[in-house]
């Protein structure tokens, strides 16, 4: 490992990584994946329902995600998006509900790291990169591997790995930024590295929280292009509030009000539906 850490915390924090706990020395991490797709769905969720302190965040929510589907979701604040990735994560449990990613792994019966492990990467508002570290080694960091302890420490890059990072380094338009520290990106290139990351997780379905927030125009026309590339090789779920964004990607909306579904289509149809206007995009 090429990577330098100032601290024990510091290198504890890196083992942990989205959520990756530090095990014994000698305990082997479960299987990662053997996501069942064969019938093109990826993301089920029927009848959820969940209540915080007598809220109800999400009410009787059903939604479907086909494989290489890039779906937008918007909505209001308080319509439910967070606690609708949070349910997809792992993170909430609802109170009714199923909740299955492909046709045979319920969500609802497993913790935020084996969900992580089967391929759901979450990429939140503000991005969590190792900012005293390269992007290099961030996307090193990031791999879908063994990350015991010793393990970790005694790794080392295969030409294939290589090959790997370089990839994704492409993809994430930061191939000439590879042996920069994260911390001197701008904020729209921390963004796609944390994207990136996903990546070399090999995650399946990508949970992407306001990509456009806090971004140049030139960094949001790129971060489009590359979420319509993803898409390709990848199901892509973007939470935003940018409406220009949104109708940039192309692609299928849902509308969340009240933790429910208020309308699906396309941008067009969406902007036009009376209801919506009336909860969102009227005000």
């Not at 996307?139 to 970790?152: G, N």
């Not at 969406?270 to 909860?279: A, F, H």
Request: aromatic residues 8%; contains cysteine.
């Amino acid at each position: 490992m090429i990577s330098i850490y100032k601290s024990r915390e510091e290198y504890g924090k890196a083992l942990e990584y989205k959520g990756t706990k530090v095990r014994s020395f000698f305990e082997k991490p479960a299987p990662t994946r053997d996501i069942d797709l064969h019938k093109d769905m990826v993301l089920y969720l029927e009848d959820v329902s969940v209540s915080f302190d007598g809220f109800k965040a999400i009410d009787s929510l059903n939604l479907y995600i086909k494989k290489n589907e890039l779906r937008c979701i918007i909505g209001p604040n308080g319509a439910g998006k967070t606690t609708l990735m949070d349910i997809v994560t792992g993170k909430t449990r609802p109170d009714y509900g199923t909740a299955w990613f492909g046709q045979n792994f319920n969500l609802l019966i497993h913790s935020e790291d084996e969900i992580a492990r089967a391929g759901v990467g979450r990429k939140f508002q503000k991005p969590t990169v190792f900012e005293n570290l390269t992007v290099f080694d961030n996307l090193e960091l990031a791999m879908d591997s063994d990350k015991r302890v010793f393990p970790t420490l005694f790794a080392k890059l295969s030409s294939d790995d290589n090959y790997s990072i370089e990839i994704v380094l492409d993809k994430i338009n930061l191939i000439q930024f590879r042996n920069k520290f994260a911390g001197s990106l701008s904020h729209g290139q921390k963004q796609w590295l944390e994207i990136g990351m996903l990546l070399m997780q090999n995650s399946q379905l990508l949970l992407i929280d306001e990509p456009a927030a806090g971004m140049t125009h030139q960094e949001i026309d790129k971060t489009a292009e590359l979420l319509q590339l993803l898409r390709k090789e990848h199901t892509v779920i973007v939470v935003e509030h940018d409406m220009d964004f949104v109708r940039s990607l192309d692609s299928p909306v849902t509308v969340l009000h009240q933790g429910r579904v208020l309308a699906e289509g396309s941008m067009d149809k969406i902007q036009n539906n009376p209801k919506v206007v009336e909860v969102y995009l009227g005000e």
